[in-house]
C-alpha cells in the first residue's frame, strides 16, 4: 500500500477539514488474487487469499446467512425433488435446468443458501425454518455445489442450534461423508467464519468488523446475469452516497442521502475499452458506524496485472452539535478509533464562545470514567488523553459545551 498525505495534519483550515486528503493505493495482486480489509481511519486492516473458502457462515447474535465464493466457480443448486429425507437418494439428474443460487450484492444478509426465500415468512430462512420457541434453525432443503476443482458435492446444512452450525457434506455418490460443526463463538467479532469444502478445514480470514469499513474484493453484481466484477463493498453500520456528475473539487455531501446497500460504491466508478478509464465526475461519501463522513474519489485502476485500486480520502465532517438557534457549536472527531495504544487523539472545534467545555468519557452503563476541562475559547484543538483507564470495549466520549453534548463512540481494542 502507498499512501501520499497531501496537507498537514494539523492544518484544520475549515469546519469541514478535520483530517489530511490522503492519496492511496490498495493492491488486490496479479488476477485479483486477495481480498482487502481497510478502515478509511487506519487504512489496510486485513488480507486473505480469495479462493481459500468455499462457503461462509454469518456469525453475528442472529446471524444465518451462509454465502458461497462464486467468483471463484463455485455454484450452488437447491435440490428440487425431495427435502431432507432424500438425502442417499440424492440424484443430479437434470442439473443443467435447475436454477443456480448466488449471494445478493446488496446486503450481507442474504447469502446464496438464503436465496431465494419467503419474505413474508419470518421463520423461513432459505435453508431452513426458525423456530420461535426453541430459537433453533432446523433444514428443510439439501444442496448440490459445485467447487472451484470442478468437484460436485451434496451439502445439507442440517441446523443452527445454540449459536453452532452443523453440516454435512459428501460426494455425489456417497463416499467421503463428512459432518462438522462450526460455532459462531470462534468468530466473534467478526461478520463470517468461513469453511474450504476442498481441503475440509475451517478458516478465520477476516478483521474484527469494528475495525474495517471497506471490502476491495471480487463479487458477483447482476448486470443484469450473474457477473463477477471487481470493486468495493461497504461493511454492516456503513452508509455510503454517490455524486454525479460533480465539480469533484467543490461537491458537498450535504446534497446527497446516504443508503444502505453494500454495492453503492460497488464497481462501475471505472470502465474498460482497450484500457481502463475512471470516471472523473464522481465521488462517494461514506459515513462510518463512528458518525464521521468521509469523500472518497478513484483516480486509478490497475486491472487484473496487479489489482491496483487508486483513490484519494479525506474526512470531511465530525460528529457535531448545535444550539437552539440552530447555530453550530462545535464538531468533534477522534482517532485512531478503534484506538489500541496508550492514547487516543481529540480533534474538535468551538464554532462560538462558550462558558465551559468538558470533555467526558463513559462506558455504555452510563457511568462516567474520565473527565477534564478544555479550552472554552472559539477555535479548533486537537489533545491526547490516555486509554489506561480502559479496558477493552466501547465508550462514549463526550464535549459538554454548556450543557450541549457532542458525542462519539470510541473501540478500545
Not at 72 to 95: E, R
Not at 248 to 263: C, G, L
Not at 355 to 369: C, E, F, H, P, T
Amino acid at each position: 500500500m502507498k499512501k501520499i498525505l497531501l496537507t498537514c495534519a494539523g492544518a484544520l483550515l475549515m469546519s469541514s477539514s478535520y483530517a489530511q486528503t490522503v492519496i492511496d493505493t490498495v493492491s488486490l495482486g496479479t488476477g485479483y488474487a486477495n481480498q482487502k480489509w481497510y478502515s478509511l481511519q487506519n487504512d489496510e486492516q486485513g488480507s486473505s487469499a480469495k479462493n481459500n473458502w468455499d462457503i461462509a457462515f454469518g456469525t453475528g447474535s442472529q446471524g444465518s446467512t451462509i454465502m458461497i465464493n462464486s467468483v471463484t466457480g463455485t455454484m450452488l443448486w437447491g435440490y428440487p425433488t425431495a427435502d431432507t429425507s432424500g438425502w442417499n437418494t440424492l440424484d443430479t439428474t437434470g442439473l443443467s435446468t435447475w436454477t443456480p443460487r448466488y449471494n445478493s450484492d446488496t446486503s450481507w444478509a442474504f447469502g446464496a443458501f438464503s436465496m431465494p426465500r419467503n419474505m413474508s415468512n419470518s421463520s423461513d430462512l432459505g435453508w431452513g425454518n426458525y423456530s420461535s420457541i426453541t430459537h433453533y434453525v432446523t433444514a428443510d432443503s439439501l444442496f448440490v455445489i459445485k467447487l472451484a476443482n470442478s468437484t460436485y458435492k451434496k451439502l445439507w446444512i442440517k441446523h443452527l442450534q445454540s449459536g453452532t452450525y452443523t453440516f454435512r457434506y459428501a460426494n455425489l455418490n456417497g463416499t467421503s461423508d463428512t459432518t462438522v460443526s462450526l460455532a459462531k463463538a470462534t468468530y466473534t467479532g467478526k461478520n463470517f467464519g468461513y469453511y474450504s469444502l476442498q481441503n475440509n478445514i475451517a478458516l478465520d480470514r477476516e478483521p474484527l468488523s469494528a475495525n474495517w469499513d471497506l471490502l476491495f474484493t471480487q463479487y458477483t453484481a447482476f448486470i443484469p446475469q450473474p457477473y463477477s466484477v471487481t470493486g468495493v463493498l461497504s461493511n454492516k453500520g456503513l452508509t455510503a452516497a454517490k455524486a454525479y456528475p460533480v465539480d469533484t473539487a467543490n461537491v458537498s455531501w450535504t446534497s446527497y442521502t446516504f443508503v444502505t446497500p453494500i454495492n453503492t460504491i460497488g464497481y462501475n466508478w471505472k470502465s474498460y475499452s482497450g484500457t481502463w478509464t475512471i470516471e472523473d465526475s464522481l465521488v462517494y461519501f461514506a459515513k462510518t458506524s463512528t458518525g464521521n463522513i468521509w469523500k472518497l474519489t478513484f483516480t486509478g485502476f490497475g486491472g487484473s496485472s496487479n489489482g491496483n485500486y487508486i483513490f484519494s480520502k479525506k474526512m470531511i465532517s465530525a460528529t457535531g452539535i448545535e444550539d437552539v438557534n440552530g447555530e453550530s457549536l462545535g464538531t468533534l472527531a477522534l482517532y485512531p478509533n478503534p484506538s489500541s495504544g496508550e492514547n487516543t487523539t481529540i480533534v474538535y472545534s468551538i464554532d462560538k464562545s462558550v462558558s465551559s467545555a468538558v470533555l467526558n468519557i463513559y462506558d455504555l452503563s452510563g457511568r462516567k470514567i474520565q473527565s477534564e476541562r478544555l479550552n472554552n475559547n472559539p477555535g479548533f484543538y486537537q489533545q491526547q488523553f490516555s486509554n489506561q483507564n480502559l479496558t477493552a470495549g466501547m465508550y462514549l466520549v463526550s464535549i459538554d459545551l454548556d450543557g450541549n453534548h457532542i458525542q462519539q463512540k470510541l473501540i478500545i481494542k
